[in-house]
């Protein structure tokens, strides 16, 4: 969690710019820069059933305003938006989640807007990716993006999942068992979508990973597929990427050369 280096840098190019604070996009208050994806732990570590929460809410919200991940035992899908973080619970509602609950797995970045556009009509999830990556592969598709689509979606569908109890199973078969699907039609509300590149898939998935909450904040999950009838498009193009690691005892004793390229795919999909 130490970012002696990065802030020694800044505060000597402040010493060399008088109007530094006021003029330092990256700089903020508590230091978390606005340009970088803040990661916790490999979600190959959570694939493995590294469940165990290793940074508080409260931290989180220092990292960034906008984000997707996981709670401490598996317990519920996480979406930031705004600053405020939310559970998509087991049974399909919402809650805001209490400062010290414990996080295993998530990405976040205060979001500034870099693209902006408007879209009609998309029929599906693979045709909005797409819209997306366009815009990736236009921009730079080596870099993250952190991406909100404000719409209404005449489909979504998500999911979420149960607490789990130890010993913790591997997710796959955590899934198999313990996910439960919901299907809404017409409901407006916000994705928050994450874009990995595509060198990053031993500490992530590649590509992209998509959460959902609604508007008035009673329905969400991760999103295994959708529709939109019009939405607003923006994303934040980021150039840095700062990975927090667990030093709990199952973290420490996981083999994470293994490849589950296959098994991150069955789970995002929900297939
Ligand atoms: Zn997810």
Known sequence: MKKAKYLLSISL????????????????????DSETIHQISLLQGLMLGDYYGSISVKELKQM??????????LNGELIMTDGVVYRAKHDGTIEIVPDDE???????????????????????????LNTL????????????YM???DGIFSKMNVRSELAQKE???PL?????????????????????????PPYMGNLNTTGWHLHFISKDKTKGGHVLDLSITSSKITMDQTNGFELYLPNGEFFKKLDLTVNQDDDIKEVEQGQ
Not at 172 to 187: A, G, H, P, S, W
Request: aromatic letters at 12%; one cysteine or more; a negative charge.
């Open 133 to 144: 990556t366009e815009k990736v592969n236009a921009k730079n598709s080596n870099q993250y």
């Open 172 to 196: 796959v078969e955590v899934l198999k068992t313990d996910q439960t699907f919901f299907n809404y039609e017409n409901i407006e509300g916000t994705v928050v979508a994450l874009y990995m």
């Open 13 to 32: 190019l402040c010493l060399t710019i008088a109007s530094c604070n006021s003029n330092n996009k990256t700089q903020n208050n508590n230091n978390y």
């Open 64 to 73: 960034g305003d906008t984000g997707i991940g996981t709670f401490d035992k």
């Open 167 to 169: 010993p913790y199973k």
């Open 102 to 128: 414990l996080i295993p797995f998530s990405n976040v970045t205060k979001f500034d807007k870099d693209i902006e556009f408007e879209t009609k009509e998309i029929s599906n999830i693979d045709e909005t």
């Open 147 to 149: 991406v909100r689509i």
